[in-house]
């Protein structure tokens, strides 16, 4: 529905091994890419997906001058946030550096489960991030966020109540990508569809 440039829908999410090739736009996200949430967006919280563009200046303030006469950018970083009403094991383990998961069948007398360690160790697991939603040009097609080095920085705190879903607070920071092919997609890139393929 117009004005196509108002978007009011989340982002669905999905990750994959550091490196991995992205999906053209439009394409369904296949190989090793997983969604983040059994059911996607119907298991992000109602806050949605937000993308955070932080960055920090100095500014240069002479003794003649009560104001800044110039800035410096000191730091920049790129920073998608989510948090995810699924505690199955399966997405638990974006916490958790990717621990692996290990599962035993059930047996006579015995209960079939999965178990997951609770450390991180000391290694940081990074991913390549995918996050998909609708186009400002039009809400049949799709706008993708493309993250090719990233890692979970949160420390969710996951509150266990009563009538209340209980949620993991997921943050993904980006990591600048050195094989990126211009200083302006260090920490990825936003494609937009604006015309649907030619028949």
Same mark, same amino acid.
Request: proline share 7%; hydrophobic share 40%; with cysteine.
């Given at each position: 529905?117009?004005?196509?440039? %108002?978007?009011?829908?989340?982002?669905?999410?999905?990750?994959?091994?550091?490196?991995?090739?992205?999906?053209?736009?439009?394409?369904?996200?296949?190989?090793?890419?997983?969604?983040?949430?059994?059911?996607?967006?119907?298991?992000?919280?109602?806050?949605?997906?937000?993308?955070?563009?932080?960055?920090?200046?100095?500014?240069?303030?002479?003794?003649?001058?009560?104001? !800044?006469?110039?800035?410096?950018?000191?730091?920049?970083?790129?920073?998608?946030?989510?948090?995810?009403?699924?505690?199955?094991?399966?997405?638990?383990?974006?916490?958790?550096?990717?621990?692996?998961?290990?599962?035993?069948?059930?047996?006579?007398?015995?209960?079939?489960?999965?178990?997951?360690?609770?450390?991180?160790?000391?290694?940081?697991?990074?991913?390549?991030?995918?996050?998909?939603?609708?186009? !400002?040009?039009?809400?049949?097609?799709?706008?993708?966020?493309?993250?090719?080095?990233?890692?979970?920085?949160?420390?969710?705190? %996951?509150?266990?109540?009563?009538?209340?879903?209980?949620?993991?607070?997921?943050?993904?920071?980006?990591?600048?990508?050195?094989?990126?092919?211009?200083?302006?997609?260090?920490?990825?890139?936003?494609?937009?569809?604006?015309?649907?393929?030619?028949?």
């Amino acid at each position: 529905m117009q004005p196509y440039e %108002i978007i009011g829908a989340p982002l669905t999410l999905w990750l994959a091994p550091s490196g991995t090739a992205f999906p053209l736009i439009g394409a369904a996200p296949a190989g090793t890419w997983v969604k983040v949430g059994t059911n996607g967006t119907r298991n992000y919280s109602g806050d949605g997906v937000t993308v955070a563009h932080g960055r920090t200046f100095q500014k240069a303030r002479p003794a003649g001058a009560t104001g !800044p006469i110039k800035a410096f950018l000191d730091e920049e970083e790129l920073m998608i946030r989510l948090t995810l009403w699924d505690l199955t094991l399966e997405q638990y383990q974006h916490v958790l550096s990717s621990n692996t998961l290990s599962t035993t069948v059930a047996g006579e007398g015995t209960a079939g489960f999965k178990k997951i360690g609770l450390s991180h160790g000391m290694t940081v697991k990074e991913f390549s991030l995918l996050a998909r939603g609708e186009s !400002p040009y039009d809400e049949k097609m799709v706008a993708q966020y493309e993250v090719p080095r990233c890692y979970q920085s949160g420390t969710p705190e %996951i509150a266990y109540r009563k009538a209340q879903p209980a949620g993991l607070a997921l943050e993904f920071t980006a990591l600048e990508d050195l094989a990126a092919a211009n200083e302006a997609e260090r920490f990825g890139r936003l494609v937009v569809q604006h015309q649907a393929p030619l028949p």
